[in-house]
């Protein structure tokens, strides 16, 4: 990868022409402020790699928030701010733009959020993760593309190299181990030999990290084009087992969730699937540490429980002469992402035809009769009309009765007995 140490170029080929008149402006403002801004982060990694990546960060060497609303002035876009972090996001045409007040970081104890003071460009780049990801643009003017690049970034993105800062950065902070998975294994990476070491050595230091941070960091690995490899390459690393002892990256893993994408098509797999899967097999308590451990909201924890009853389900749904109505019973309940993750999860063909029928056809099966049908028939209001209304569901499932005047002559039938 040749060397470069102006990127006004490739902002010019790789964002879009109305982001590249937006930061542009940024730099014109910041030099009237006597401010100096930088794009920082992924965006100058993925510039570098020749990768698109629209999620813009900028730094401001002075009041951010008071940058971004002066920015958008005029602009007609949408600004949230956080004061106590000194941030502001905002929200243009499609874009959405995050700026910072550069700072420093420190750390009182391991895992613990830092404390943050206002610094330089260069404080900001050194609390950063790994040097691929510790490189800023200048945007003012005077120094519009320049790239500041403190610890080789740039020879590391070239060697292919996933290295970290110094040799604390793991335990600072180790939510870094699963980030530097993710980024070796999307961009096809290595970690660098000391890096390894150094993660190696501060593995257990993942328990000094809240179950909410780890779970931030779960999400994003499954919001990667392949999440399986990452976490391949986590139960390699004994990192995998840190979440919960009984987790396989396996493959079984990458060939399920193979399988999911294609389920989930044109769309991504949702997280929740994604997860139902990698704690399938999990014993009903083990399952339980996962979700307090991660603190998973309660629609995610449901998914997940489920997905665990109706691994025991799939068993008896392994029959090919089973009754319709038998299989609507046994699956009513569960949630169509639930259902989608047995079908993928389980490996007996009979069990998956089941619950695709179920699920493509049953579920939405209902009588043609009402209770009020029943009731202008002459049944007494009460307890008799649901249990008629559900043996005539089972009928109508089991392919007993096609017409309204089917369903009435059955009704009759039991009426009169
Ligand atoms: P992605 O392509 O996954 O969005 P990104 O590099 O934009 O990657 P973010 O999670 O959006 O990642 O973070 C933005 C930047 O903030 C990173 O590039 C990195 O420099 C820094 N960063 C994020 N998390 C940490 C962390 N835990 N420790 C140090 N720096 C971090």
Not at 34 to 56: S, W
Not at 270 to 292: C, G, V
Not at 305 to 334: C, F, N, Q, T, V
């Amino acid at each position: 990868m040749p060397q470069v140490t102006n990127l006004a170029d490739k902002i010019e080929k790789q964002l879009p022409a109305e982001l590249v008149a937006f930061i542009k402006q940024a730099g014109e403002l910041a030099d009237g402020r006597g401010e100096k801004i930088y794009l920082v982060g992924g965006a100058v990694r993925d510039l570098l790699l020749d990768k698109t990546n629209l999620d813009i960060d900028l730094a401001v060497e002075g009041d951010a928030v008071a940058f971004a609303r002066e920015l958008i002035k005029g602009k007609g876009g949408k600004i949230t701010i956080h004061r106590q972090f000194n941030t502001a996001k905002i929200s243009w045409h499609k874009w959405s733009i995050d700026l910072a007040a550069a700072r420093r970081e420190s750390y009182a104890r391991p895992g613990a959020l830092p404390t943050v003071k206002p610094g330089s460009i260069n404080d900001d780049l050194f609390r950063r993760d790994f040097t691929i990801n510790a490189m800023a643009v200048g945007l003012n003017p005077q120094t519009y593309g320049h790239l500041i690049d403190p610890y080789n970034g740039q020879k590391d993105l070239g060697d292919r190299l996933i290295r970290v800062l110094h040799e604390k950065s793991f335990i600072d902070d180790s939510t870094r181990i699963w980030r530097g998975l993710r980024y070796e294994q999307r961009l096809d990476f290595q970690l660098e030999a000391a890096t390894l070491n150094l993660l190696k050595r501060d593995i257990s230091m993942l328990y000094s990290i809240s179950g909410n941070r780890i779970r931030y960091e779960l999400e994003c690995i499954l919001q990667e084009e392949l999440p399986e490899k990452v976490l391949r390459r986590a139960g390699e690393l004994g990192v995998l087992e840190k979440l919960n002892p009984s987790l396989g990256g396996d493959g079984w893993l990458a060939e399920k969730y193979s399988y999911a994408r294609q389920m989930s098509l044109p769309h991504k797999p949702p997280a929740d699937l994604y997860m139902a899967l990698l704690t399938y097999h999990l014993t009903d308590k083990e399952r339980e540490q996962f979700i307090s451990y991660l603190r998973l909201p309660k629609p995610a924890a449901r998914i997940l429980r489920d997905s665990g009853s109706i691994r025991e389900k799939i068993k008896e749904l392994a029959d090919a002469a089973m009754k319709p109505s038998s299989i609507y019973h046994l699956l009513y309940g569960y949630s169509p992402q639930v259902i989608t993750t047995g079908i993928i999860a389980d490996d007996a063909e009979e069990s998956r035809r089941n619950m695709r029928l179920y699920l493509n056809k049953l579920r939405s099966i209902k009588p043609l009769l009402g209770g009020n049908d029943l009731i202008q028939m002459g049944i007494t209001p009460g307890p008799r009309i649901k249990e008629i209304l559900n043996k005539l569901l089972d009928a109508r499932l089991d392919g007993k009765v096609k017409t309204r005047e089917d369903e009435e002559g059955m009704v009759r039938g039991w009426t009169n007995d």
